[in-house]
């Protein structure tokens, strides 16, 4: 069953992988983004963000 906040998480997750994706970042590990929780998509991208913050 599909609840909204499955729905809201799924589109979280989307949303991370096409921000990764414009940093040319397509793996993280040995693994596809879409394979990777959540949690480490949104800890690769705070990283790379911070990154570009203190350029």
């Keep these: 069953m599909i609840t909204p906040l499955n729905k809201k ?5 989307e ?5 990764l ?3 040319g970042i397509f793996k993280k590990y040995n693994k596809q983004l879409y ?4 949690i480490v998509l949104q800890r ?3 990283h790379l963000r911070g990154e570009l913050k203190n350029v």
């Design 9 to 13: 998480r799924e589109a979280k997750k």
């Design 15 to 19: 949303e991370l992988i096409q921000e």
């Design 21 to 23: 994706l414009k940093f």
């Design 35 to 38: 394979e990777l929780p959540i």
């Design 44 to 46: 690769e991208f705070n």
